[in-house]
C-alpha cells in the first residue's frame, strides 16, 4: 500500500520560509518522478514543481521560480519542497503525488496522494 506523508506546513508571515517534507513508503516498481501540487479551496489543484529520479526538476507554476525548490533524498525516499520569500497567494492545502504504476510524469498520470499539508502566509 502505497502511503504518502506530508509535513513541514504552518503559519507564516510574507517574505518567511517553509521546508515541506514527503515521505514515501510502500511504492513497488519503478518510480520516475514526485512531485508537489497545491489547492485552494474553491479552485483547481494546481501542479507547483516536479522531480525526476535522475534529479531533473520542472517548475509547473511560473509564479514560485525562483523561490520554491523541489529535491529528494533517496535513502530516505522523501521529498521537500522549500518554499522561500513566501507571499499571501502561497496560501493553501500542499499535497505530494506519486504517479500511477506505468505513469509517464505528466501532471495527470499522478494517481497517489498524501493527505495534504496547510500553509498560510500573512501579510
Known amino acids: 500500500q502505497v502511503q504518502l506523508v506530508e509535513s513541514g506546513g504552518g503559519s507564516v508571515q510574507a517574505g518567511g520560509s517553509l521546508n515541506l517534507s514527503c515521505a514515501v513508503s510502500g511504492y513497488t516498481g519503478i518510480r520516475n518522478c514526485m512531485a508537489w501540487f497545491r489547492q485552494v479551496p474553491g479552485k483547481e489543484r494546481e501542479g507547483v514543481a516536479l522531480i525526476y529520479s535522475g534529479g531533473g526538476r520542472i517548475y509547473w507554476a511560473d509564479s514560485v521560480k525562483g523561490r520554491f525548490t523541489i529535491s529528494q533524498d533517496d535513502a530516505e525516499n522523501t521529498i521537500y519542497l522549500q518554499m522561500n520569500s513566501l507571499k499571501p497567494e502561497d496560501t493553501a492545502v500542499y499535497y505530494c503525488?506519486?504517479?500511477?504504476?506505468?505513469?509517464?510524469?505528466?501532471?495527470?498520470?499522478?494517481?497517489?496522494w498524501g493527505q495534504g499539508t496547510q500553509v498560510t502566509v500573512s501579510s
Open positions: 503525488a506519486a504517479p500511477s504504476p506505468g505513469g509517464r510524469c505528466r501532471m495527470t498520470d499522478f494517481g497517489y
